[in-house]
Structure formats: C-alpha cells, structure tokens
C-alpha cells in the first residue's frame, strides 16, 4: 500500500481549539479503516487467526484495496489474542524479500519478522503484552528447544490486530505457483494462553457485528462509535499513556462502550479539527524531511510506528493505512507547494533517476499510477507500474538492470507516463536521444 501524495487538505479560515474532542477523534481516527479491513477480510474467510490469501496480482479491476500494488502478493488476518495465544508458522522463503508485519488495532508496525530481520523459518508465538509487562514486539527464543520449539514471541499492545504478509513477486517463470506454495505453508492457530491466564479473556472476542453492526454513515460519529466499541480493550502503543487516553476518552463521552455526546460539543466541528491538526503536523520537520528537488519521505517516527505521535498515525490512516515502518519500506513522495503529482488529460511526467536507487538485498522500487478512485488504471498494455523488473533502459538502449541490480551500469535513465491516446512527445526533452520506458496511463 503507498502513501499517497500529500494532498494539502485546506478548511475555512476559523481556528478551531483542540479540544478534547478533536484529540479522541484523532485518536480514534485510524479504527475505522481498520474495521473496513477487517470486515473485508472476515467477510472472506468468516473466522479470525486465519489467512486470506491472495493469488494474483491486483489488476484495474481489483478494487477491494485502494492503491493496490503489482510488486507483491498478499495474506492477510485478523488477529484476536483476547482469549488465546496463536502461533505463527512462517515458511522458509529464499531469494525474495517478504515480510510477516504485526499491525495493532491503530495500525502500529509494531513488529516485522522478514527477509530485512534475518528472521528464521519455524513457529512463532503471537501473545497480548497485558498491562505492557514484557516489551512489545519481537522477543526471540535464543536455543527454541527451550522455548517449546518456538523461535520466539511477538508481544502485542493491543489483543485486536491485522497481519499483513507480503511476498514479492519476481518476473520469472511460475514464479506466483511458488508463492502460492508459501502462503499454503504459512499457517495461524490458536494455543492456550501461556501466561496462566488460560480461559480468562482480556478482552470481548472481536466479532463482525463489533466492527460493521449499526455504524453511522457521519464518518466523525463512526470514528467515535468504533473508539468505545474497540478503545476500552485496544490500549495505546506506548502504554504510559494509558491513563491520560481513558481520561480524554471519559472526558468525550465514552462510557461502558457506548458514545453518547456531550452538551455544548460539536462533533463535526472537533473532527475537522483533528484533520487540521493532522494537516499541520505532516509538514513538521520532526515528521517530514525533504529529499531534495520537491520529493519527500515521512520521518521514521512518523511512518508506521508511532507510539505517541497521534496525529501522523491519523495523517497516515487517512492516506497510507497500514504503511509499513521506514526499516521496511520508503514511500517517497512528490509535492511542490499545493501541487502533487496529479496528471491531466495531455500531460506527461517524465522521471529521470540520475542513477539507479540503492537497494537492500532482495530490495525492489517501482513507480505506480492510480485513478482518481485510487485504482489502478486500465490500458492496453495492463502496465501499471514501472520497476527495476520492467526491462527499463538507458537512453543508448542498454538495459539497466542486467540482471544485476547493484552492479556498477550508471548513469540516469528516464520513466515515461502519459496517457495511452497521445503520440510521445520527443522534443522539449534535449537530454532524451530515445524514447523513455514507457508507461500508459
Ligand atoms: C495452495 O492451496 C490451494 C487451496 O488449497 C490449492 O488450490 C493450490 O493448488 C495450492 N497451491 C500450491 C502451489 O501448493
Ligand atoms: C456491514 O454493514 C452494512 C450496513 O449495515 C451491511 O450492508 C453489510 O452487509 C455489512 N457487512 C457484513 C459483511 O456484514
Ligand atoms: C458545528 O460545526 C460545524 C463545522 O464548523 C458548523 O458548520 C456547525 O454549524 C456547528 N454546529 C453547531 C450546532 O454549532
Ligand atoms: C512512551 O512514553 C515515554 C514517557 O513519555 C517515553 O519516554 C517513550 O519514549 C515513549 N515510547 C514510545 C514508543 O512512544
Ligand atoms: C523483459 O525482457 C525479457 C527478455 O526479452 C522478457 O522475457 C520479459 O518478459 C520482459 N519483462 C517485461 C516486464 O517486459
């Protein structure tokens, strides 16, 4: 999933205070997006601690996910540790890069197990860090003959959660039968609790009607439905901040799982608020920091784990819901004062990359087009992104990867998007004597 060029969001000149309000409504922002998931999800495979595997790769016609990718294949869970413990099984994968990403209920990277981790192949047990006792996140077994075979744990902040898996596909024969072989051997069940709190629940069992019973179509009203619904089990990241979340939450009028508005609030009013704070919080340099010629990349601690950092985790519910952390994955993106890169009718970008971007073993980039839907678009060629697997070359016609993405061959190389009914324009371009790769939007 990528970011989406940051759109500056403009609202009326009134200022509005952050009230109590606006700051659970931020809080609660990214619950909605994680309900829409989770529904979807459930809706596939009708239980929780199971993987929905994805086959194929998206098309224009996929439009479960927004701004799908046609890098990776994905499988995906809702997690529920509120009365078990599950264990993961994560199949030896060699030659590509995959990550297994533990999301909690707020859309928290709070754990990778992959290709960049150096992780091992074998089970893995998934447990709820209750009251936030051991660190969260990955805790490896060193000798796993003394962990009953595990190779470690993963503590969770948050009993509700999403995993995420994604394989990169590569561009040889049959490569999508061999990930399919993987995804068959990855698997989630669930164990007793090992903590001896075995058959006391931490938390209601996460059901479809908690998530998509009697929602309100006011997105600010579903944010603080879904808030008392999931809020009161679902702690905050960084669990010394648990006290001050039940107050604000207390304060906004959530009570015994219900949101019931409070005299003289104005919901609509603390919402537009929270969106403004968030707003001006994306272009902080403690949030965002400049590339250099108009592109840009959120900080590490405003990108996929955010521990305290409410507003980027809402910034990033609303445009990248479930962006992986920075040791992950980049999401660069472009914007020169208001202006994003948003493509007219007979418009073209060309990119030129001074050299080939560096890379992480098994690492891969590509440049993707989306609608205004955020779907990807349908055209003759079905080339929906340009990668380092697409064959791309240098202006002499060279290729530039040959076989070897981290080999010497330098120099820049171009990208062409346009739309598909215009002839490429070669002029205007003096340092192009061909053709850029191409693609057609
Ligand atoms: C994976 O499992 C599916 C469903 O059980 C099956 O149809 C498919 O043949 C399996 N693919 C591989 C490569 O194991
Ligand atoms: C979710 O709720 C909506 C509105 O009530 C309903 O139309 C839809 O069928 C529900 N989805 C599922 C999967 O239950
Ligand atoms: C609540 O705030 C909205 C947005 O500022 C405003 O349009 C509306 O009039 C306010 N409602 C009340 C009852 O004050
Ligand atoms: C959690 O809160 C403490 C105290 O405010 C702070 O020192 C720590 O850095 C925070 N951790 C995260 C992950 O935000
Ligand atoms: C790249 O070129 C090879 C060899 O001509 C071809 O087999 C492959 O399909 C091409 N890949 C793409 C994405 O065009």
Request: hydrophobic share 35%; net charge neutral; with cysteine.
């Amino acid at each position: 999933m990528k970011l989406q060029l940051p759109v500056k969001i403009v609202f009326g000149a009134a200022a509005f205070a952050v009230t109590t309000l606006a700051a659970a409504s931020e809080y609660g922002y990214p619950l909605p997006p994680f309900a829409r998931a989770a529904v979807a999800v459930l809706s596939e495979v009708s239980c929780t601690n199971r993987f929905q595997h994805m086959r194929q790769l998206a098309t224009s016609a996929s439009q479960a996910v927004v701004r799908p990718n046609v890098d990776t294949l994905y499988s995906t869970a809702v997690i529920d540790l509120s009365h078990h413990d599950v264990v993961v099984d994560i199949p030896v994968v060699k030659g590509r890069y995959w990550v297994f990403p533990f999301y909690d209920a707020y859309g928290n990277n709070y754990a990778n197990l992959g290709s960049i981790e150096n992780s091992k192949a074998g089970k893995y047990s998934l447990r709820f860090n209750v009251g936030g006792k051991q660190n969260t996140g990955v805790q490896l077994c060193s000798d796993p003959e003394k962990c009953d075979g595990l190779q470690g744990y993963v503590n969770a902040p948050t009993p509700y959660g999403l995993m995420v898996i994604r394989y990169a596909v590569t561009d040889t024969v049959g490569d999508l039968q061999q990930i399919h072989a993987l995804q068959n051997q990855s698997g989630l069940h669930t164990v007793e609790k090992g903590d001896g709190t075995t058959c006391k629940a931490t938390a209601p069992t996460l059901t479809m009607s908690m998530l998509n019973s009697s929602l309100s179509a006011d997105p600010a009203m579903k944010i603080m439905q879904l808030t008392a619904r999931i809020a009161p089990h679902n702690p905050p990241r960084n669990i010394t901040d648990l006290a001050r979340v039940n107050h604000m939450l207390k304060e906004s009028g959530v009570r015994d799982g219900v949101y019931k508005p409070q005299k003289g609030q104005n919901l609509t009013a603390s919402y537009i608020a929270s969106e403004m704070t968030m707003s001006k919080a994306a272009s902080e340099p403690q949030n965002l920091h400049s590339l250099g010629n108009g592109w840009q990349e959120l900080t590490p601690t405003a990108q996929g784990d955010y521990g305290e950092n409410y507003a980027m985790r809402e910034y990033v519910a609303y445009f990248g819901y479930l962006a992986l952390r920075a040791t992950e994955a980049l999401y660069p993106s472009y914007s020169t004062g208001q202006k994003g890169l948003h493509l007219g009718p007979r418009e073209s970008y060309i990119f030129t990359f001074p050299s080939k971007p560096p890379m992480a073993q098994y690492g891969f980039w590509s440049l993707t087009a989306y609608n205004t839907e955020e779907y990807l678009i349908p055209n003759t060629l079905n080339r929906y992104a340009l990668s380092d697997r697409s064959n791309l070359t240098y202006a002499d016609g060279s290729l530039v990867y040959d076989g070897n993405a981290h080999g010497d061959g330098d120099g820049n190389f171009q990208l062409l998007v346009q739309p598909a009914d215009v002839t490429p324009q070669r002029t205007g371009c003096p340092s192009m004597r061909q053709s850029p790769s191409s693609m057609f939007s």
